[in-house]
């Protein structure tokens, strides 16, 4: 989902800008910029804008980045988890690999089982992947005629009967440079104006916010009433207390990270910021849903007005994203606005 990668990248941004490192331990130079980098025992920590990883790991491996590429020379002893915006693993792996990421290239050994959530997930001719491969995905998997999987290939979570496609047979070799330039250089170029990429809602993604967002209002009806009230009459402080998580939380992850101790910790509130990324975009979808059913009078205070409501609201916010330049500020607001709105409607009703 595009909005929690947004999360991801944005983190990344600020260390690959050199913000990161002058508090972190462990700093290294990469293609792109600094990386953060640590190691746990025989496991290794890294996270940077661009990050190309070429060497040896005796234990798991735990990455993330804007681009997380894992070259023809890694080896990987232990698992490997992988977070980020676009994902090419080209090496060998001992143990499982887990890929979240808007768009993935598997073009490598893996000798366990294979986990991807994101939208596009693709296995290269020269991957090979000894176990199962299991991914959460509104598009099916591209297969390349080439690749060998010993177990079973699974997509049928989010498309039922499709769990593969197969895609037109490439040179073995040039896998990776026409992935690059089909995903990493050609989608970046916004012609349509200068909104940054990702500021984007696919269909089946505003399909996927709305029923999170459907869910919830039916299941906390009450927290669901305080959000709509908010939304109408405390929509700034919402905004401005959902702007300081968002800044807050990576100043706290810098503050965290000075002491080698404190590193697992930033590791795990940076994976934390995304979810309040996710939670934020459909508490805004669920209090504008619910403000629109309670302004279609009688019908919407049944169960079908309420979810008319958070389609309509679902509807409006996916196109609003779509808009150049205007997109970004929307999503922003909508991002951190839905994080305070959490806030209003879970807070403790005064005794």
Same mark, same amino acid.
């Given at each position: 989902?595009?909005?929690?990668?947004?999360?991801?990248?944005?983190?990344?941004?600020?260390?690959?800008?050199?913000?990161?490192?002058?508090?972190?331990?462990?700093?290294?130079?990469?293609?792109?910029?600094?990386?953060?980098?640590?190691?746990?025992?025989?496991?290794?920590?890294?996270?940077?804008?661009?990050?190309?990883?070429?060497?040896? $790991? @005796? %234990?798991?491996? *735990?990455?993330? +980045?804007?681009?997380?590429? &894992?070259?023809? /020379?890694? =080896? #990987?002893? !232990?698992?490997?988890?992988?977070?980020?915006?676009?994902?090419?693993?080209?090496?060998?792996?001992?143990?499982?690999?887990?890929?979240?990421?808007?768009?993935?290239?598997?073009?490598?050994? $893996? @000798? %366990?089982?294979? *986990?991807?959530? +994101?939208?596009?997930?693709? &296995?290269?001719? /020269?991957? =090979? #992947?000894? !176990?199962?491969?299991?991914?959460?995905?509104?598009?099916?998997?591209?297969?390349?005629?080439?690749?060998?999987?010993?177990?079973?290939?699974?997509?049928?979570?989010?498309?039922?009967?499709?769990?593969?496609?197969?895609?037109?047979?490439?040179?073995?070799?040039?896998?990776?440079?026409?992935?690059?330039?089909?995903?990493?250089?050609?989608?970046?170029?916004?012609?349509?104006?200068?909104?940054?990429?990702?500021?984007?809602?696919?269909?089946?993604?505003?399909?996927?916010?709305?029923?999170?967002?459907?869910?919830?209002?039916?299941?906390?009806?009450?927290?669901?009433?305080?959000?709509?009230?908010?939304?109408?009459?405390?929509?700034?402080?919402?905004?401005?207390?959902?702007?300081?998580?968002?800044?807050?939380?990576?100043?706290?992850?810098?503050?965290?990270?000075?002491?080698?101790?404190?590193?697992?910790?930033?590791?795990?509130?940076?994976?934390?910021?995304?979810?309040?990324?996710?939670?934020?975009?459909?508490?805004?979808?669920?209090?504008?849903?619910?403000?629109?059913?309670?302004?279609?009078?009688?019908?919407?205070?049944?169960?079908?007005?309420?979810?008319?409501?958070?389609?309509?609201?679902?509807?409006?916010?996916?196109?609003?994203?779509?808009?150049?330049?205007?997109?970004?500020?929307?999503?922003?607001?909508?991002?951190?606005?839905?994080?305070?709105?959490?806030?209003?409607?879970?807070?403790?009703?005064?005794?």
């Amino acid at each position: 989902m595009r909005g929690i990668q947004i999360a991801v990248l944005t983190l990344m941004a600020l260390i690959g800008a050199g913000l990161a490192p002058a508090f972190a331990q462990g700093a290294s130079e990469t293609a792109m910029g600094r990386a953060v980098e640590w190691q746990t025992g025989d496991d290794v920590f890294a996270v940077a804008e661009e990050l190309t990883f070429d060497r040896k $790991v @005796k %234990g798991a491996l *735990t990455a993330a +980045g804007q681009i997380v590429i &894992l070259t023809r /020379d890694a =080896e #990987i002893g !232990g698992d490997t988890w992988i977070a980020g915006r676009r994902i090419a693993v080209e090496g060998e792996l001992e143990g499982d690999l887990s890929i979240r990421a808007q768009e993935a290239l598997i073009n490598g050994e $893996v @000798k %366990g089982n294979v *986990t991807f959530y +994101g939208l596009d997930l693709s &296995l290269g001719p /020269d991957a =090979e #992947i000894a !176990g199962n491969v299991t991914y959460y995905s509104p598009s099916a998997a591209q297969i390349d005629k080439g690749a060998k999987v010993a177990g079973v290939i699974n997509g049928e979570d989010f498309v039922p009967g499709r769990a593969i496609e197969e895609a037109e047979p490439r040179p073995r070799g040039s896998t990776r440079e026409a992935w690059r330039q089909e995903h990493m250089h050609e989608r970046w170029d916004d012609r349509s104006g200068l909104a940054a990429p990702g500021y984007r809602m696919t269909a089946p993604g505003a399909v996927f916010f709305g029923a999170l967002a459907i869910a919830f209002a039916f299941l906390a009806p009450a927290a669901t009433a305080r959000m709509r009230e908010g939304l109408a009459g405390e929509w700034a402080i919402a905004f401005g207390l959902g702007l300081a998580w968002l800044v807050g939380l990576p100043v706290l992850i810098l503050a965290v990270a000075i002491t080698i101790v404190g590193l697992p910790i930033a590791f795990l509130l940076l994976l934390l910021w995304p979810l309040g990324m996710l939670f934020g975009l459909v508490a805004t979808l669920v209090a504008f849903g619910d403000y629109i059913s309670s302004r279609i009078g009688e019908f919407g205070q049944g169960t079908l007005g309420r979810i008319v409501g958070i389609v309509l609201a679902t509807a409006i916010v996916w196109i609003g994203i779509s808009i150049p330049i205007l997109g970004a500020l929307i999503w922003l607001a909508a991002v951190a606005g839905g994080i305070g709105l959490l806030y209003i409607g879970f807070r403790s009703e005064p005794v």
